[in-house]
Structures are given as structure tokens and as C-alpha cells.
């Protein structure tokens, strides 16, 4: 069955690329097609279209171009900046401190970098999901040659202390990384006032395309090559640049600059016009997340009694794309590693849902999903196997 309305609460996952933002693309997928390494003028063209992104996407996070580096997204360069940075410091020790909820290109990053020698410390967080940074100091051995603490969390939206803890990373002359894959482009971002030395995001969380992402590496880091062959991003980043994704990256960036704190509150209001309403129609939910410190367009809910893949068919089957923040991927019924960190039980945590908004999001569609999924819930409750 297709429902009549098509709402998409997913944002998180990824968003629709913007008419202008395609635009921007398409004369470097036809006309501007040279090679930025090639010294003709087919390849300078390319080239300078390459050093205009760079320099937009550094203006905008308060860096400067040399210290932006171009990958395939937030995934390669979350691994670039924790492989990167272990290598290149392997004769000052062998140590790097996370978190427990971080996105899994982190974890599973040092899960390979123990594989290599490495030994990791996983900070625990509170039942809101945020890191203190007195746990942070406290796990700095010295050994350590990195510290990865993720910006905003992807599922429950909890925004971290990231300029607290980059001050204990600074007094000891640790590099700090942080994935900002969910909060540049949706509030404001200043790399010195957050005082970290290695920046992840990706274009297709800001209404850019796929497949494009940067990392920002503050001058002076030391950092290794992740891919190896031609010399291109300074000889540190091998392979011919995705000239039309680069383009999209930075003009998508720029385009969610306008009105960005406006833009920000409004969806904040959104959102808890959303968490509110839930709160009032569905007993036994509660809130994922910090209540305060979070993403503006982030509304993590865990409804007991209820499993979240069976609430994710039926909010499509009336139109409404959300995610749940249990995986069932194989044939796994357990939550996930965040909700399992801050403490949720099995019973609990298995029933959460995530719904994230944007730039389209609407009233109107927030009250149809107030009046969506009580119905849901209940009929769903009513034979659930989780009801003792």
C-alpha cells in the first residue's frame, strides 16, 4: 500500500541534494571535465574550481585552505584522521582515547588499530550521552597520541563538550579529533573556537551529494597518508579529486550558512513541539538524549513494549521515513551500542525511533505525526510479545 503523504524525518541519514547546489555540479560533470592535476587548460579549470571549494569550506569553519583536505566522505575521514595521526606519531606511544558512543568509522577504527599494536580507552558517557571531560583527563596516559570524541551524536543528537575537553587535549599536546559529520551545516562552526586539530564532515548531511566529505587538519598535526599512489591533496590524500561532489560540497555548504541560527531555533521549536506531543499521546516513552544540549532536528524516542523495526514499516506504510536506533541488520535483534551506553535496558531500548528534521519540515507534518503514531503504538502493543 502507498500512503497519499510522503513525509521524510531522516535527515540524519542523509538529505535531498538542492536544486542550486546541482547546478552548481553540473558544468564539471559535462563541460569543466579536465583532470585538476593536468596542466593544460581543460585541468586548470578543474584545478580552479578545486581551490574555490577549498577555500570556501576553510573560510566557513574558521581554517585556512591549506589545511583542508578533500576524501570520499565522513567515513574516510574519520579513518584518515585516526590511522593518519597513530602512525605518524607510533614512536611517541600507542594510545588513543574515544568514546563509547561513537559513529562506528570510529570505533571500528580502533577496533583495526588494535589489531596494529594499539591499545584504546573508551570514556563512558552519562545517561544523557555526553563525556566529561574529567574522564577524558583521566584516561590521557603517556602513551597517548590521540583523543576522538565525536562532535554531536548521529542517533540520540547529544551535542558534546568538545571545547572543554580540547583544553585537557591541548595542556598535553594531544591531538584532538572530533566527527562533525551531523553538525556542520546545522549550527554555526568555528574550529578554533572549538579548539580541536582534526575536523570529519561530509557533503550529503548538508543537502550536498554523496560520496564527497573533508578533513580539516590543523597546521603543524602530524598526520600519515591513508591512501597511497599520485600526489594529490598536498601528497596526502592519493587519487584525481571528484571534481563535481567537491563543487557540490562547498557551494551546499555556503547555501547552509544563510539564516543557519535562524534556521537552527526554528527547528528546534519543531522538535520539541514534536517531543512534547509524543510525550502527551504515548505513555511509557521517554526522551534519548540530553534534553538541552542537543541537534536542533533531533528527536530520539524509546516507546516500551514496542519493537522499532515493526513501528518503521508502519510510519512508511502512512508515509512517514524515520530510522530506529536498533539494528536488525543479519538477523540482530539487539539495540544499539549508544542506547546500550547510556544505560537503556533491552526492553527499552529496543523500541526507539529517530526522527530528524529539516530544511522542509513543516507544522503540518509534525501534527500528522502526533496523530500517526498513537494509533501505531497501541496496535502494535496489542500483540506484542514484549508485554509480559
Known sequence: MKADKRIYLDHAATTPVLPEVADAMRPYLTDIFGNPSSMHSFGQEAKRALDASRDTVARIIGADASEIY???????????????????????????????????????????LQTAGFEVTIVPVDEHGLVDPSDVEKAITDKTVLVSIMHANNEIGTIELIAEISRVTRERGIPFHTDAVQTVGAIPMNVAELGVDLLALTAHKFY????????????????????????????????????????????????????????????????????????????????????????????????????????????????????????????????????????????????SIRFSLGRSTTKEDIDYVLEQMPPIVERLRSMSPLIG
Open 208 to 351: 550536498g551529494p554523496k560520496g564527497v566529505g573533508a578533513l580539516y587538519v590543523r597546521r603543524g598535526t602530524r598526520i600519515a597518508r591513508l591512501i597511497h599512489g599520485g600526489v594529490q591533496e598536498r601528497d596526502r590524500r592519493a587519487g584525481t579529486e571528484n571534481i563535481p561532489g567537491i563543487v557540490g560540497l562547498a557551494k551546499a555548504l555556503e547555501i547552509s550558512q544563510d539564516g543557519i541560527e535562524e534556521r537552527a531555533r526554528a527547528q528546534a521549536e519543531l522538535r520539541d513541539y514534536l517531543i512534547r506531543g509524543l510525550i502527551a499521546r504515548i505513555e511509557d516513552m521517554r526522551l534519548n538524549g540530553h534534553p538541552t544540549k542537543r541537534l536542533p532536528n533531533n528527536a530520539n524516542v524509546s516507546i516500551q513494549h514496542v519493537e522499532g523495526e515493526s513501528m518503521l514499516l508502519s510510519l512508511d506504510m502512512v508515509g512517514i521515513a524515520a530510522s530506529s536506533g536498533s539494528a536488525c541488520t543479519s538477523g540482530s535483534l539487539e539495540p544499539s551500542h549508544v542506547l546500550q551506553a547510556i544505560g537503556q535496558p533491552f526492553e527499552i531500548a529496543h523500541g
Open 70 to 112: 578533500f576524501t570520499s566522505g565522513g567515513t574516510e575521514a574519520d579513518n584518515f584522521a585516526l590511522i593518519g595521526v597513530s602512525k605518524a606519531n607510533i614512536n611517541k606511544g600507542n594510545h588513543i582515547v574515544t568514546s563509547s558512543i561513537e559513529h562506528h568509522a570510529v570505533l571500528e577504527t580502533c577496533e583495526f
